[in-house]
């Protein structure tokens, strides 16, 4: 890494997202093979803040974004630096204000990782809390009918994820489940929310009683998927990953769960059989 020649840079919040900035930040995106859509960055720039660092012509080289989830968590996400610019400390300079942004807060900053994330979360004290796993499926014919739009309630669903995840974020899974391509599905022992994606369906959070009802929830809706699945499973589900396994899947990169100090907050983690997304957490 060509660490000698840093080049210190201003930080600045993106307060509106122009067309020509929300463009550059989907290059972004696509340049690290992510997944996240407009409707993304309108999320965090309205529920959250969006950070950025130009070069000498004001485009965007590097991204960040600070998302609280009520009043205990905040989550940091969408730590991208253009492919030419990186190795040149824009990531960390990014990182850290997105960081110091969450201690103003008062909230505990948490993280899902890639594994270049990680090298650099660690030196400022991030750790582990568990790993996981993006799974994904090609493109394939629906074998069942398309998913309909179910009716559910969702306070009732924020409170079961509230209590997975040991913070509440309603307003994230209002935006995430109100979007005209997503499908929520309700089943007795779990339920799980489907979006759209950049390149492909996302299917989480995937909460459930038991790895056999998240199998179960997921199998059904991939059967009425016929674009490529991502879903993003705790690595130690390991009945879950032999039927992911089975069902075509197939495993794309690793993500590690981070939080700086030890007060991160805990819930009922074993409900957890897919993440919402690594940058919602
Ligand atoms: C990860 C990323 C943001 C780092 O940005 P960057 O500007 O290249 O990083 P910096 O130059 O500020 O380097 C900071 C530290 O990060 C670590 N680091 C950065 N890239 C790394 C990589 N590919 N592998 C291992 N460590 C890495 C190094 O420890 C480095 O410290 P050093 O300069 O003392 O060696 C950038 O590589 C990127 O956009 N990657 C693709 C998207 C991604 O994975 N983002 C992280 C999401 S969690």
């Known amino acids: 890494m060509a660490s000698t020649e840093h080049v210190a840079r201003q930080v600045e919040a993106l307060n509106a997202l122009g067309d020509v900035d929300l463009a550059t930040l989907g290059q972004l995106v696509a340049d690290s093979g992510w997944n996240q859509t407009a409707d993304d960055w309108a999320l965090f720039?309205?529920?959250?803040?969006?950070?950025?660092?130009?070069?000498?012509?004001?485009?965007?080289?590097?991204?960040?974004?600070?998302?609280?989830?009520g009043a205990k968590a905040a989550w940091i996400s969408m730590v991208l630096?253009?492919?030419?610019?990186?190795?040149?400390?824009?990531?960390?300079?990014?990182?850290?204000?997105?960081?110091?942004?969450?201690?103003?807060?008062?909230?505990?900053?948490?993280?899902?990782?890639?594994?270049?994330?990680?090298?650099?979360?660690?030196?400022?004290?991030?750790?582990?809390?568990?790993?996981?796993?993006?799974?994904?499926?090609?493109?394939?014919?629906?074998?069942?009918?398309?998913?309909h739009r179910e009716s559910i309630d969702l306070d009732a669903l924020a409170a079961l994820d509230?209590?997975?995840?040991?913070?509440?974020?309603?307003?994230?899974?209002?935006?995430?489940?109100?979007r005209e391509g997503s499908r929520l599905l309700r089943r007795a022992n779990g339920f799980a929310i489907v979006r759209a994606g950049r390149i492909a369906h996302q299917i989480g959070p995937?909460?459930?009683?038991?790895?056999?009802?998240?199998?179960?929830?997921?199998?059904?809706?991939?059967?009425?998927?016929?674009?490529?699945?991502?879903?993003?499973?705790?690595?130690?589900?390991?009945?879950?990953?032999?039927?992911?396994?089975?069902?075509?899947?197939?495993t794309q990169r690793s993500f590690a769960r981070m939080a700086a100090g030890a007060d991160a907050p805990e819930g009922q983690r074993s409900f957890i059989h897919a993440i919402a997304g690594p940058e919602f957490g």
């Not at 803040?49 to 600070?66: E, L, N, P, T």
């Not at 660690?122 to 074998?143: E, I």
């Not at 009425?224 to 699945?229: I, K, Y």
Request: charged residues 20%.
């Open 45 to 69: 720039a309205t529920q959250g803040s969006i950070y950025v660092v130009r070069d000498a012509d004001r485009r965007i080289v590097a991204s960040g974004a600070v998302l609280p989830m």
């Open 81 to 147: 630096v253009t492919p030419g610019a990186r190795g040149q400390g824009v990531g960390r300079q990014v990182f850290a204000h997105c960081l110091e942004v969450v201690r103003q807060s008062g909230r505990t900053a948490m993280l899902d990782a890639t594994p270049a994330g990680e090298a650099l979360y660690r030196q400022f004290d991030f750790s582990p809390l568990w790993r996981l796993t993006r799974w994904q499926r090609a493109a394939q014919p629906a074998t069942s009918p398309a998913l």
């Open 162 to 178: 509230a209590d997975a995840l040991g913070f509440a974020r309603r307003a994230v899974l209002e935006d995430l489940a109100d």
């Open 206 to 250: 995937l909460l459930a009683t038991s790895e056999a009802a998240a199998a179960a929830l997921l199998g059904d809706a991939a059967a009425r998927l016929a674009g490529p699945v991502f879903v993003d499973v705790p690595d130690d589900r390991p009945a879950l990953r032999e039927w992911l396994a089975g069902a075509g899947f197939t």
